[in-house]
């Protein structure tokens, strides 16, 4: 029962490297969302999507972009990191707006 | 501006006290959502609440949605120190919207 699957776990790049979130799950559910987490400021929506080859910004998506080539699997990407990045970012997913299932998160230190 | 006000932000309680957590908006949601996360994990769906009035048991923890939909509260009795973690409200404001989460509220209780 494997869920939702966040890979790395944690990472430190340099300030204008690249990298790429890897979110991954077995429920079969059709949305899934990736968040950010800083401290005093929640969880805050960077892009979503609603289904397979579809993807959609939420509150905060500049500098990230994200692909959703399989339904199973959401990608974050930063093109080129900021130290305003450094987070913990989470994925989730749904079957319906009834509740999300998180992964265990990924912290991005940029210096 | 937070759509969702959690309150206190923060609650250190000794264990077998009684706890009572706010969610509170000015907005209208179809549904709202409690989450419980632990330090350095991801959120864990504990209820959803989708009906005006609705409330929940989960053992010892006690969800109510307010009449008009606005708010939520979340009462804990007895509380053991495994109820430690930041407790996070999140609302849909129609179905198969995606969810906005409040700040969170910050819970310790001490053995």
């Known amino acids: 029962n494997a869920g939702v699957t966040q890979t790395p776990k944690f990472r430190v790049l340099k300030t204008g490297q690249s990298m790429t979130l890897l979110c991954a799950q077995d429920?079969?559910?059709?949305?899934m969302y990736w968040y950010r987490q800083d401290p005093g400021m929640g969880l805050r929506l960077i892009h979503y999507s609603v289904g397979e080859g579809t993807t959609a910004k939420g509150e905060v998506p500049d500098g990230y972009n994200v692909s959703r080539l399989k339904k199973q699997n959401f990608l974050l990407g930063l093109e080129s990191a900021a130290p305003s990045q450094t987070s913990v970012y989470f994925c989730a997913s749904s079957r319906t707006d009834y509740g999300y299932t998180f992964g265990s998160g990924t912290r991005l230190t940029v210096v | 501006t937070q759509l969702l006000e959690q309150s206190p932000q923060f609650l250190s309680i000794q264990e077998g006290e009684n706890l009572t957590v706010y969610c509170n908006s000015s907005s209208v949601f179809s549904s709202l959502q409690w989450y419980r996360q632990e330090p350095g994990e991801g959120p864990v769906l504990l209820v959803t609440v989708v009906t005006g009035g609705e409330v929940k048991k989960l053992k010892r923890l006690t969800f109510q949605f307010g009449d008009a939909r606005k708010d939520s509260s979340l009462h804990i009795t007895a509380a053991q120190p495994g109820d430690t973690g930041l407790y996070l409200c999140a609302g849909a404001k129609a179905s198969y919207d995606k969810v906005i989460f409040g700040p969170g509220t910050s819970l310790s209780v001490i053995p």
């Open positions: 429920m079969n559910h059709e949305y």
